[in-house]
């Protein structure tokens, strides 16, 4: 207990899936937490639950494109809490289309969010780092970050960004005593299996079809031991980084899925 104890933590995304076991996970280690998302509704029952368990955490709605927002998102949690030591850069979206079939307003919100928005949280979480005295950063990317998957070549090429910008900033942060990593989940078990838009309906359209996919039927296809990740597995992983016993892990990529990457595998599209 208490690996993050007195750490100031911003996740984002955080109203559900990895986010909330993440920021779950962070406060029950003693971190407060700064939680922001789009869906209120879950976001202020999470922060609610983090308090009933006695620990410290906020919430705020947040729009991860909108620079502005980023400048008060982090502004408040300087003011709330006093500083800024780690980000956990969650928030994220799939579309799952082939490259025809994909539009360019597909194209482009998927990298707007994915890694515009991951851009802009290391943008602004950086200099509270610098008057925190240091920090970590967490970027979550994918297994589709590591390699192609047919049916996501926009998902994977924008987790491809996010692993090669985590690097960069890792070196560029180097002797301030911010470090940053990537960790890179495989099959897990959260409600984006139920929001993944699959094709579009027409010329600009970004509101594809849903068409809710069996994550278990996934991981039994494609994970070697055919068991589906949880959200508790990636967020153990991200409290390593977190904390101060990965002190001499930067730019690195932390990979949980269940061996899925360390062999030939299906597409995602097949499985």
Request: glycine content about 12%.
């Amino acid at each position: 207990m208490g690996q993050v104890q007195g750490k100031v933590a911003l996740v984002t995304g955080a109203a559900s899936g990895i986010g909330a076991a993440c920021a779950e996970t962070l406060a029950r280690e003693g971190a407060r937490v700064l939680l922001t998302d789009l869906d209120d509704a879950r976001g202020e029952t999470l922060v609610a639950r983090i308090r009933a368990s006695g620990g410290e955490a906020a919430y705020l709605h947040q729009d991860v494109t909108d620079e502005d927002r980023w400048a008060e998102v982090v502004a408040e949690a300087e003011a709330r809490f006093g500083r800024l030591d780690v980000l956990i850069s969650n928030a994220g979206i799939g579309i799952l289309t082939s490259i025809v079939d994909m539009t360019l307003a597909d194209w482009r919100r998927q990298m707007a969010i994915n890694v515009d928005g991951v851009f802009l949280s290391v943008k602004h979480s950086i200099p509270a780092m610098r008057r925190a005295g240091g920090g970590s950063i967490v970027l979550i990317s994918s297994v589709a970050g590591l390699r192609g998957s047919a049916g996501l070549a926009g998902y994977s090429a924008t987790k491809g960004a996010v692993r090669l910008f985590a690097k960069s900033v890792a070196l560029e942060c180097a002797r301030e005593n911010i470090r940053c990593n990537s960790v890179h989940p495989g099959i897990i078990e959260t409600p984006i299996w139920e929001k993944i838009p699959t094709g579009a309906t027409g010329p600009g359209s970004n509101q594809g079809r849903n068409a809710p996919l069996d994550p278990r039927a996934i991981a039994l296809a494609s994970v070697p031991t055919g068991v589906l990740g949880q959200p508790q597995d990636v967020a153990d992983g991200v409290l390593f980084l977190a904390s101060d016993q990965s002190r001499y892990v930067n730019g690195s990529e932390l990979v949980i899925d269940g061996a899925q990457t360390a062999g030939r595998i299906g597409s995602l599209a097949k499985a």
